[in-house]
């Protein structure tokens, strides 16, 4: 198989193409037939070795493809010959086949091509993960994205303009700020033509950016920071210009404001389940048209190191994808729902339907994020009715306008507790079983309470499935998100036994 190598540390033009061993998977590996692989700024560092992962040479470069899998190893259960996947690779993508540990490897999203499927990952993941998780952004607020027009730079133009905020995008030429234009964003600075800090005054009436994503470093760095309102929040994001920026600590205290890291794939490996949701979110923006990566240009194999040469040169403007082979136009895979869905590492199908007699085998299985549900005064007096909890706090709607903080009465936690089992029957059906009972809780905690009118979703994973006599027993780890919180309203295991 034909594979671009690194074979000696250097820049773009010391990578040769030759043709190298066929690839055979280990017990907990799968081998992709790679159909496209995207170009992302580590390949750049990893081939000069100046990256955080240093893998024997010789290797292929390129951390993020999409293809089609030709074989696995004998453990991996959950994936198949022909599935349609995406997978983080960290380097190995610039080549016909990859190996790869088999829970690095997700399911192509229904609908999303090969071409998108190798670069979307990383950079929406990693500007959604930075805005949502870490700076938090509202409405309203003002977000300067520094290296706009690169690849996470245009992700974060785009989902800051999706999530409200008024987004001011600088780039080094006036066509990359053209594209950050149509992508949302409403003022442009020229960084190299423009003084950044004079613009930002003038942009926000000299109250600054409540956020600045900054995936370049160098000099800018220090004039955004000197640029930031009041309780603002800094991104470090990427170090592109070569320059990890040195901040002098009074600069925060005057301004009252945070410099956050972002480490996206930490983040991912960490935190499963909010990364989870947020590639269920991100699929439904994609969904709805309301984000698309732009491509700059598709290049074929060969010109792989052609590819990381104009990404050097600060050419492209989004993403550079290579491509490889000659495929005309999609694949057509048989597409088997029932193998879909156990795949385990991110499925969002709703509901995830399970054999009775395969339980077992779902150990693991993450669920998809159910719809919101409105949580009203009425639900809240039901069911103070029911179980003779009629405290005011739950009920007095004229005394909580006084004296609840937020003027509106909360529901009780053990309303919301009871609400798992309606998001259950959405998100979960054992095809065969005759009766299941929701029959216990464990580790529940209530972190936020939810005041009347709110919405609150659910989603979870199913954590353990013991055998019992004659049936099942399910514990389902829950976590029930209160729409605006950053805290869930529920954390806690259901315990449903199905027979
Ligand atoms: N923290 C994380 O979790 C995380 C995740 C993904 C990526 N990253 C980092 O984010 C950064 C951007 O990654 P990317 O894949 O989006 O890169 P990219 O597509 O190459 O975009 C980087 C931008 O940086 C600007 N730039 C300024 N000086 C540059 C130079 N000397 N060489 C190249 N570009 C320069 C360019 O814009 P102008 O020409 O307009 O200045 C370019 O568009 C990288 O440092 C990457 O490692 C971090």
Redesign the pocket.
């Known amino acids: 198989m034909k594979a671009v190598l690194c074979k000696s540390f250097g820049l773009p033009d010391s990578l040769v193409t030759e043709d190298v061993p066929a690839l055979i998977p280990q017990a907990d590996e799968v081998l992709i037939n790679v159909y496209a692989c995207g170009v992302?700024?580590?390949d750049?560092?990893i081939i000069q070795n100046k990256y955080q992962f240093k893998p024997a040479l010789p290797f292929s470069p390129g951390g993020e493809v999409s293809g089609i899998i030709a074989a696995i190893g004998e453990k991996v259960k959950h994936l198949k010959a022909d599935d349609r996947v995406v997978a983080l690779s960290g380097w190995g993508g610039f080549a016909e086949q990859l190996v790869i540990k088999a829970n690095r490897v997700f399911p192509l999203p229904r609908g999303m091509d090969f071409i998108n499927g190798a670069c979307t990952l990383?950079?929406y993941g990693?500007s959604y993960?930075?805005l949502k998780d870490r700076a938090q952004i509202k409405a309203g607020e003002t977000l300067l994205v520094?290296?706009?027009?690169?690849?996470?730079?245009l992700a974060a133009v785009e989902l800051g303009h999706v999530m409200g905020a008024t987004v001011i995008a600088?780039?080094?030429?006036d066509e990359?700020l053209s594209i950050c234009k149509e992508k949302g964003a409403s003022h442009l600075i020229n960084?190299?033509k423009e003084d950044l800090r004079t613009r930002i005054k003038e942009i926000t009436n000299e109250k600054g950016v409540d956020v600045v994503y900054d995936?370049?470093?160098?000099k800018l760095a220090e004039q955004a920071l000197r640029s930031m309102a009041w309780k603002g929040r800094y991104l470090?994001?990427?170090?592109?210009?070569?320059e990890i920026p040195q901040f002098p600590a009074n600069l925060p205290l005057l301004k009252g404001c945070s410099i956050m890291?972002?480490?996206?794939?930490?983040?991912a490996e960490r935190e499963p389940q909010q990364s989870l949701q947020n590639f269920s979110e991100l699929q439904g923006l994609m969904k709805s048209g309301k984000i698309k990566q732009h491509i700059y240009k598709v290049y074929a194999l060969e010109d792989g190191a052609q590819a990381l040469s104009d990404?050097?040169?600060?050419k492209?403007?989004?993403?550079a994808v290579i491509k490889v082979g000659d495929w005309k136009e999609e694949p057509q895979v048989k597409n088997d729902p029932s193998t879909d869905q156990q795949i385990k590492s991110h499925t969002i199908t709703k509901p995830l339907k399970i054999k009775l007699s395969e339980l077992k085998k779902y150990n693991g299985q993450s669920l998809a994020v159910s719809d919101w549900l409105t949580v009203t005064q009425e639900m809240i007096n039901e069911f103070a009715h029911a179980t003779q909890d009629e405290q005011w706090i739950h009920v007095d709607v004229e005394r909580a306008k006084t004296q609840m903080p937020g003027g509106k009465t909360i529901a009780h936690g053990y309303l919301t507790l009871s609400l798992a089992a309606k998001f259950l029957f959405e998100l979960l059906q054992v095809e065969g079983a005759t009766t299941s009972i929701n029959y216990g809780l464990n580790k529940a905690r209530f972190p936020v309470s939810v005041k009347s009118g709110s919405r609150i979703r659910m989603t979870g994973k199913i954590a353990n499935v013991e055998e019992m006599n004659s049936g099942y027993k399910i514990f389902i780890e829950c976590i029930m998100e209160l729409e605006g919180e950053e805290k869930p309203a529920y954390v806690g295991e259901v315990i449903t036994v199905v027979y």
């Open positions: 992302n700024f580590p750049l560092l990383y950079t990693t993960h930075a520094l290296g706009a027009a690169g690849g996470v730079g600088a780039a080094s030429t990359k960084y190299s995936a370049v470093g160098g470090v994001v990427g170090f592109t210009t070569g890291g972002v480490f996206w794939g930490s983040f990404l050097m040169n600060r492209v403007i989004g993403k």
